[in-house]
């Protein structure tokens, strides 16, 4: 499979998995999973060349850890990143670390400013514990900018956060007495 397949696949699974599940007739339960052979009716319905063992290969092989398999492989999810009303996922309240980090484009620094950071469509604002990473995500929507949160110092203040599968930090949302620009 080259290159340029796998991503299309791993977009099509997050389409599905985290945004629109109903676009292929798959049934998210409250926490994201799906039935694999029902994912794989439905992709084959919509024209995707998908099977047990591509998805196999799109779980285990995924630099960003994006989905997961159930213990049996009977069932696959996103394991964050969804705005798919039929999933609540209940992750754990966690401790973050001191200082968290957010990537977005430029284009977007002055809403930020005024309104803090807010999920959007998505249930979690995704944070970072490096600044490498933030800077990859804020690439992909144009010139990066790097935002520093005081993530303890929101702890302490009763905001709620928790840490998805593959290491992505999830809040509800960053007010902008917490949130520092760089650079």
């Given at each position: ?107 977007f620094l002055d809403s930020i ?71």
């Amino acid at each position: 499979m080259s290159d340029a397949q796998e991503v299309e696949i791993s977009r099509f699974l997050s389409f599905v998995l985290r945004h629109k599940p109903e676009a292929i007739g798959l049934q998210l339960d409250s926490e994201g999973w799906a039935d694999v052979e029902a994912l794989i009716t439905g992709a084959v319905r919509a024209g995707k060349d998908l099977d047990e063992r591509t998805i196999r290969r799109m779980v285990d092989g995924n630099d960003k850890k994006r989905f997961a398999l159930s213990e049996d492989g009977r069932r696959i999810r996103a394991v964050q990143g969804h705005s798919s009303a039929s999933v609540q996922r209940q992750y754990e309240t966690v401790v973050p670390p001191q200082r968290l980090f957010h990537g977005t484009a430029s284009r977007f620094l002055d809403s930020i400013l005024q309104k803090g950071l807010i999920a959007g469509s998505r249930h979690h604002v995704h944070l970072s514990t490096d600044r490498e990473t933030a800077t990859q995500v804020g690439e992909r929507y144009g010139e990066p900018v790097i935002l520093e949160v005081d993530a303890r110092a929101m702890h302490e203040d009763g905001f709620a956060f928790h840490q998805a599968e593959n290491g992505v930090w999830l809040t509800a949302r960053v007010p902008v007495a917490y949130l520092k620009r760089e650079g």
